[in-house]
């Protein structure tokens, strides 16, 4: 079967210029490929009419898809409607169902729709409207010689969604494509080349048409295996019990399959097993907390936390005691147990987490470098710490101390 | 004076495949920026002869420079330099000096060079070679026609040394460069569209070698002004004037100017004004106070937070009256009122904000859809309200939400 080839091309000079990283075209490669799509070039051009009509030009000749983002907004500089509609030689008019949509976009949040966002709803007549559920400009969906040309806005949000709903559908209809199954195998608490050291017979005894991949993030490595061939339900069940000989290896590891963040397996364990949690995060600031709440449905099972980030906060609000701090400082196992213990019993759940340490650039000791952070898990049978020697970079620490929380509840839920 | 058009190409599967994403190409953007080289186009295709082999060519026809990361490790799939000696019609020869600086690389790290490594050495001999001191791929500087060939390994801090000590400084003396001088100006609370109606005249009357740009993130438009000229000082100072020329029409939703998000700039003014916060967010789950103390020496104004996710925490931690929860309901002026004074009071700050809303996408009722959201400021000298009515998606409700409290905090702390 031959290869349906596709070309990414982002349109606009603030990536160019370096303004803003490209992540969408990462996003999009995977999600090809998941349906067999494969990516041959990746092209990104300015805010110019002769580049971006040249760039039309070369792409349809070298693809069968050309997936466009970028350059849809109202405003002047936004230039790949108005070429699109020059490239396939049709005029652009207002499109009836494009402005009811708009419409009704801007009286959902109260805005008015102004002369300028009116023009969103003009479209080349060659193209398919494709509906833009949470933004204003639409996607066009163009066909020329069994090529397709798709455009796209390129919000990250709203481009995932279209792309979603409408042009991988659309692509899986249209094309013929090789069966190609996925199964991600999620990791936490290892690093990347450790886990390859263990892993590395069964990685080698992988037959040909199944590729592995080694997808590393803060705190986490996936892996992904790939199967080609022609008969899903083979494919699948070759996978899954090859998926399946890596647990003696490495499944201490393996907090779950698929899309779903460790947060989200952390819900799913703490909802299965009736249990609450609370959180006191320092060092984080609030951002284990927004990990957590970040999934649907969690307030079912998490009530609250408090960030005390201050010395007196911590005394006075979450109710550390002074002679702890005092004695041992924020930073420090006495602390953080008090602190778990202390926002269990206050917000009566059953979990209690905390954290404590030097997200940096400052506040260092000799003693205390920055990238030390405590953390603790405690409920009503065990109270576990962990002490952690992360980066130098803020952000960095802040995510890493997050997750690293997350897999010290994974590791202490009661079974 | 003709600009000096880049373009930069990327070789490589592991990006196509979005194994990882490109960051190299956002740096060297920048860095060529600053100099006045024009970035026109970034490609990145595979590790496929056919495919490379073209890229040089279209890249040899529009650009001045064409930068080169990736393809330059000792095993098969990488191709770049066997390719640029074809391309460039010359042979490969083990470069002296190349094995001399490879040979003491291996031997500081007290490592064996294998036969392997030693092909790192083995270059066209019409290219000149260009030290990597801190990795073993050399880079390869050539020139045809006035045109600049140059290739770097794709690792994010070899490229970085080597394009730093030796591709800038060279790129500078070859060839003669345009000043281009950038003001990017931040606002917030007011969509692109509406933005650009307010400002359009003054954009209408921009001369034509300064460009204006759109870019618009969740709750924010960034607008960059780009000059192009001789002098830096002229271009600094016209820019500076068409700036503050923009502050009379929509003055009162820029929060800065250039790199530091609206965080930094409320961090900023609260250490200005030596003030204190403290944060009780509902619905926002913690990424308003991550949001807060993102910023490094965010501890010299941010206390702490609470998360008062339930409502029996709402009650017995905040201390919001249960009467005003029963009447009015968690999402209510009411009781956003009451977080914000009470989360001032208790945690003994200047200023208290609060967030209470509907992220979605459970929860909502026939009076209260979902991306409902109450926000509140709340200082010595009054409390400011805001009701909100946001989108569907729980993330987005989240951001969004966040940022319309940092800019309520922007809008009432004290003159």
Redesign the interface.
Same mark, same amino acid.
């Not at 000079?13 to 992540?23: H, K, M, N, R, S």
């Not at 990516?39 to 110019?48: N, P, Q, Y």
């Not at 907004?73 to 500089?77: F, L, N, R, V």
């Given at each position: 079967m031959k290869s349906i080839l596709a070309e990414l091309l $982002?349109i606009g000079?603030? %990536? *160019?210029? @370096?303004? !803003? =990283?490209? /992540?969408n075209?990462?996003?999009? &490669? !995977?999600e090809l490929?998941k349906i067999g799509v494969k990516?041959? +070039?990746? /092209? $990104? #051009?300015?805010? #110019?009419e002769s580049?971006i009509l040249t760039?039309f030009a070369?792409a349809e000749k070298r693809a069968d898809v050309i997936l466009i983002t970028g350059g849809l907004?109202?405003?002047?500089?936004d230039l790949t409607k108005p070429l699109l509609a020059k490239y396939f030689n049709c005029e652009m008019k207002m499109h009836a169902e494009a402005l009811e949509e708009l419409t009704a976009f801007f009286k &959902? +949040? @109260? +805005?008015e729709l $102004?002369?300028?966002?009116k023009q969103q709803a003009l479209l080349p007549v060659c193209c398919t409207k494709i509906t833009n559920a !949470?933004g204003?400009a639409p996607g066009m969906w163009f066909e020329r010689n069994g090529k397709v040309f798709m455009a796209m806005p390129g =919000?990250p949000?709203e481009m995932k969604r279209i792309m979603s709903d409408h042009v991988i559908p659309r692509l899986k209809e249209k094309f013929e494509m090789p069966v190609i199954v996925h199964k991600i195998i999620r990791t936490v608490g290892i690093g990347e080349s450790i886990l390859s050291d263990k892993i590395s017979d069964w990685e080698k005894a992988l037959p040909p048409h199944i590729k592995l991949?080694y *997808?590393p993030g803060i705190g986490e490595v996936k892996l992904r295996l790939t199967g080609t061939g022609k008969s899903e339900a083979d494919l699948r069940s070759e996978i899954e019990s090859l998926s399946e000989k890596i647990l003696p290896l490495a499944g201490e590891y393996i907090f779950g399959y698929g899309e779903d963040p460790l947060e989200a397996a952390i819900g799913k364990a703490l909802l299965e097993k009736k249990l609450t949690i609370s #959180?006191a995060?320092s060092c984080?600031?609030?951002?284990?907390?927004?990990l957590?709440? &970040?999934v649907?449905?969690? &307030?079912n099972y998490? *009530? @609250?936390?408090? =960030?005390?980030?201050?010395y007196? !906060?911590k005394m006075r609000?979450l109710g550390v005691r002074p002679e702890v701090l005092e004695q041992y400082g924020a930073v420090s196992e006495p602390t953080i147990i008090e602190m778990a213990n202390i926002v269990r019993a206050?917000?009566?759940t059953d979990v209690g987490v905390a954290t404590s340490g030097i997200?940096?650039?400052? @506040?260092a000791t000799p003693e205390k470098p920055v990238g030390l952070v405590w953390i603790a898990y405690s409920d009503k049978y065990h109270t576990v710490t962990r002490k952690l020697q992360l980066s130098t970079d803020? *952000?960095l620490n %802040?995510k890493a101390a997050s997750i690293a929380v997350l897999n010290l509840i994974r590791l202490s839920l009661p079974k």
């Open positions: $982002t000079d603030e %990536i *160019l210029y @370096g303004q !803003i =990283v490209d /992540t075209s990462q996003w999009m &490669s !995977i490929d990516v041959i +070039r990746k /092209t $990104t #051009v300015g805010d #110019v580049e760039a070369e907004g109202p405003t002047s500089d &959902s +949040r @109260g +805005r $102004t002369d300028t966002n !949470i204003t =919000v949000y991949a *997808l #959180v995060e984080t600031g609030g951002y284990l907390s927004h957590i709440t &970040s649907p449905g969690s &307030s998490f *009530l @609250g936390s408090m =960030v005390p980030y201050d007196q !906060i609000q206050k917000f009566n997200a940096g650039p400052g @506040g803020r *952000l %802040i």
